[in-house]
């Protein structure tokens, strides 16, 4: 049977402001044709399909129409997200019937779902694990588990939970292919800048062990959600025969730090257990392409940044000095620049210049000395008489001030 995996839609999100409800538009459109002419059997979407827990009106809409015209061509498997509600999501997930099914209790992952081929015969089963935040899904992962203590980590409940998916694997026939679903972030990925953190402890991995273990039952396919990139996790791509764990990344850019990834579904075909998947990957639509441009700023104005001027870029300085009316400048030229920064390059980093200046506070008394260090940290030279002479006089005149009122 054939399966597209997709997930972290995360819509109603924006990007530095700019909204991005044209975008998830466009992709859902694109989903939903890509749906029926690669005859998919099932949809899964692997956690956040909103960016909040209580998304706006239009985001719920926009979600709403695309999984009643997703439900018309076939079945739909959602589970929640570290974004998501999971109480809101699930909501009315018991009258959803066979078209439509949502995975967001805990209680529920070692429930089987059996998905049926286009001739009506068993295809593939299916279990979905929902972000599982590790203060509150321990205890009812413990209470599942006949109150056995859960470890507070991710490790510790997404381990618990598998024990759930093995003993509901038990129950269901063994020649069926498994798909598991699962939202978390497995060690072996490669994460964006737009990804929130969900450190507890200051972990936030689970090693990708737990999902599949080097010995004995392994699903067939790992669906996963959270990390924006579409990658397979190192060393499970299904090249060796074993398990294939993927992640299929957002299918909009939501930083600049996917600018160059492509963006994309999964689509999995499953025949017999052990027998192996084939995977093909589709790009998705760009509604507006991301960019990051470095440089001097009559460089950047030029005719050779011109194939950037429709793309969303984020807009780096680097003129020793920072040119004026920098932003207006830019944004002239580059009508949907979304970030305008000045970055000398001879300046240092920020830790650097928080160094540089803790350095100076400690090392000198004159503040006209402290500020002219500083200006050396920020612009990677020193400062000229000029500009020390303007420095004195504005200390001067403030020091003046505060004694006349004394």
């Known amino acids: 049977m054939r399966i597209l995996h997709t997930s972290d839609w995360h819509v109603g999100r924006t990007l530095h402001g700019a909204s991005l409800e044209s975008a998830h538009a466009r992709f859902f459109d694109w989903l939903v044709e890509t749906v029926k002419q690669e005859a998919v059997d099932a949809v899964i979407v692997a956690g956040d399909v909103f960016d909040r827990a209580v998304p706006p009106l239009e985001a719920v809409q926009l979600v709403d129409r695309v999984i009643t015209a997703l439900s018309a061509h076939a079945r739909v498997v959602l589970t929640p997200g570290n974004h998501d509600s999971a109480l809101r999501l699930g909501f009315g997930q018991?009258?959803?019937?066979?078209?439509?099914?949502?995975?967001s209790r805990v209680a529920d992952v070692g429930q089987p779902v059996v998905l049926p081929k286009p001739d009506g015969q068993a295809g593939a089963v299916l279990f979905a694990l929902p972000y599982l935040d590790p203060e509150?899904?321990?205890?009812?992962?413990?209470?599942?588990?006949?109150?056995?203590?859960?470890?507070?980590s991710h490790e510790g409940v997404v381990?618990?939970?598998?024990?759930m998916v093995r003993a509901g694997h038990a129950r269901v026939d063994q020649d069926l292919p498994v798909v598991l679903v699962a939202h978390a972030f497995v060690a072996g990925g490669r994460a964006s800048d737009s990804e929130r953190d969900i450190k507890v402890?200051?972990?936030?991995?689970?090693?990708?062990?737990v999902l599949v273990p080097p010995q004995g039952w392994q699903p067939d396919y790992v669906a996963l959600g959270h990390l924006h990139r579409a990658q397979f996790v190192a060393g499970l791509d299904?090249?060796?025969?074993?398990?294939?764990v993927r992640y299929s990344g957002s299918p909009v850019a939501f930083s600049f730090s996917e600018a160059e990834d492509q963006k994309s579904v999964t689509i999995v075909e499953l025949d017999k257990r052990g027998a192996g998947v084939k995977i093909r990957v589709l790009s998705t639509?760009?509604?507006?392409?991301?960019?990051?441009?470095?440089g001097q700023l009559a460089e950047l104005l030029g005719p050779a940044y011109a194939p950037f001027r429709e793309h969303y870029v984020s807009v780096e300085v680097t003129d020793r000095v920072r040119p004026a009316e920098l932003v207006t400048r830019v944004k002239a030229v580059f009508p949907w620049a979304l970030s305008t920064q000045h970055k000398p390059v001879d300046a240092l980093s920020q830790s650097q210049v928080d160094l540089a200046s803790r350095r100076a506070s400690r090392a000198q008394s004159n503040p006209v000395d402290v500020v002219g260090e500083f200006i050396a940290a920020v612009t990677g030279r020193g400062a000229d008489a000029e500009i020390v002479s303007v420095i004195?006089?504005?200390?001067?005149?403030?020091?003046?001030?505060?004694a006349g009122t004394k």
């Not at 018991?94 to 995975?103: A, F, H, T």
């Open 201 to 209: 402890g200051g972990v936030d991995l689970v090693p990708s062990e």
């Open 94 to 103: 018991d009258w959803n019937g066979e078209r439509v099914i949502v995975r």
């Open 285 to 294: 639509p760009v509604e507006r392409p991301l960019a990051v441009l470095t």
């Open 392 to 402: 004195r006089e504005s200390y001067e005149s403030v020091r003046s001030r505060k």
């Open 136 to 152: 509150l899904a321990r205890g009812q992962l413990a209470h599942a588990l006949a109150g056995r203590e859960v470890a507070r």
């Open 159 to 163: 381990a618990a939970a598998m024990e």
């Open 238 to 244: 299904g090249g060796d025969g074993g398990s294939v």
